[in-house]
């Protein structure tokens, strides 16, 4: 009989609990899950538009048809081994204190909670500028008012139940698809142009437009260990977790590529594009009509954006505030709803105080707490292979130790690409963004007598 180690044991244990856990959770299955992961990880083929004139509609292509080979898709198998080992509620904020212990898994936790309180108050400001391009009354202290309305109004229906946001996530997935389907249909039969040329724009340098363009893509494919976030509710999770993440990644290259590169092949005009294009592209492709839906299909899909991320997020502080990280209040779960809906309204009104402010430069700087819990779920994933290398694993990382280097190595190059790259206000600020991390432990830790609760999982 093969020895195991305590560590291994350990795992066992701790799946386990996670697991009758999990069972007071509600929980949903596939359908939903995957509609609520695409509405976080894409929502449309919206945002993005402006890849094609900074890098050229050649460049901007490859760029969105095989960044995921070397970012989305091994952080995808890395989330996927570790979840097949742990499958936790908060997920990878967990796997990284599993992996390096508290003060590493404390960290993970609070930039992912922090840092997105930067993204989720520009959603819902977004909305509003939307609308205001057919309400133009819609400024001001009315602009902010209403992105609140919106914010409160997801937060109220998360709150309900992850049934609710999931469904809500199929309807929004459903009205947003309707005209994008149109509109590819209409540019089917009406292509007149090479939508790969000019491969680069004319005269700008190589590594000007290489570097906006891969910023672009790598935002674009972003974000694919927060389906761990809400692992307790997930139906079977250790196979949900696996084909949900086979299922997205194509999604999203189809919803990146397919519109725009047929768009382009009937308009032929990238030196246009620009943020939201896609409205305008559909009101001359498809008329005054097509144009109206696509502009609906916006807002929804800032709509499944922001309804996304605000379960995703939520589940993070309140399983840390459950772990002793965070005061035991804010980890409560709703008897009714079983939802952590103190950690939802705390982080709504958060979102809503920063959706007063003009925030939308400051979303450069989240990136870096994004890069920074990337590669901590990435570097978990070997770490865990050294700590219990026995342990069962129901998804492994295919290729072995080639397998895993790949896994690491190309993301960590990517990261490190996108932060030299850095605007010089980001190098400026992001820092402090993250030090916020350190600081926290410490006051929570020794200020206020916080103590984490043991981990059941790979103790010495």
């Not at 139940?161 to 309707?178: D, P, T, Y």
């Not at 990146?256 to 001359?284: C, F, H, S």
């Not at 950690?343 to 809503?352: G, K, L, N, T």
Request: with cysteine; glycine share 8%; proline share 6%.
């Amino acid at each position: 009989m093969d020895k195991v180690s305590g560590e291994e044991k350990a795992v066992v244990a701790t799946t386990t609990v996670a697991q009758s856990g999990a069972a007071q959770l509600r929980q949903i299955g596939f359908l939903p899950l995957l509609a609520i992961f695409y509405g976080y990880t894409a929502g449309g083929p919206f945002g993005y538009e402006a890849i094609f004139t900074d890098s050229g509609p050649g460049m901007a292509l490859l760029f969105l048809t095989f960044v995921p080979l070397f970012w989305s898709i091994p952080i995808s198998m890395a989330s996927a081994e570790l979840n097949s080992i742990l499958p936790v509620q908060g997920g990878f904020y967990r796997w990284s204190r599993a992996a390096f212990g508290d003060f590493w898994g404390f960290q993970c936790g609070w930039w992912n909670w922090t840092g997105t309180f930067l993204l989720n108050s520009l959603y819902g400001v977004l909305v509003m500028d939307y609308l205001s391009l057919y309400l133009p009354w819609i400024t001001g202290t009315v602009k902010w008012e209403g992105a609140c309305v919106v914010l409160i109004i997801l937060a109220l229906l998360n709150a309900r139940g992850i049934q609710v946001a999931g469904w809500l996530s199929v309807a929004l997935l459903v009205a947003v698809m309707i005209p994008v389907a149109w509109m590819c249909v209409t540019a089917l039969f009406h292509m007149h142009h090479n939508p790969v040329l000019p491969f680069t724009p004319p005269g700008k340098p190589f590594g000007s437009v290489f570097g906006r363009g891969l910023a672009l893509a790598m935002w674009n494919y972003a974000g694919y260990e927060q389906l761990s976030s809400s692992t307790g509710e997930m139906k079977n999770p250790q196979k949900m977790f696996v084909r949900i993440l086979a299922w997205n990644t194509p999604m999203n290259i189809l919803t990146y590529t397919l519109p725009t590169t047929l768009a382009i092949a009937m308009l032929g005009n990238w030196q246009e594009w620009k943020t939201d294009y896609i409205v305008t592209a559909a009101r001359l492709i498809g008329g005054p009509l097509l144009g109206g839906l696509m502009l609906m299909a916006a807002i929804i899909g800032s709509l499944s954006l922001a309804n996304s991320t605000i379960l995703y997020t939520t589940r993070i502080p309140a399983t840390m505030a459950q772990d002793g990280y965070l005061p035991a209040w804010l980890g409560k779960i709703h008897a009714k709803f079983q939802t952590p809906v103190r950690a939802i309204f705390v982080s709504v009104v958060i979102y809503c105080v920063l959706a007063r402010y003009p925030v939308e430069d400051l979303v450069n700087i989240y990136i870096w707490t994004r890069i920074a819990t990337t590669l901590l779920t990435l570097f978990a994933a070997w770490r865990m292979r050294v700590k219990a290398p026995g342990a069962e694993r129901s998804f492994r990382i295919p290729g072995g130790t080639l397998g895993l280097a790949y896994v690491i190595i190309f993301p960590v190059i990517l990261c490190a690409v996108k932060v030299l790259q850095s605007e010089d206000y980001v190098v400026r600020y992001a820092p402090l963004l993250l030090l916020t991390g350190p600081v926290a432990y410490a006051i929570l830790r020794y200020g206020f007598k916080l103590v984490p609760k043991a981990q059941p999982a790979f103790e010495p």
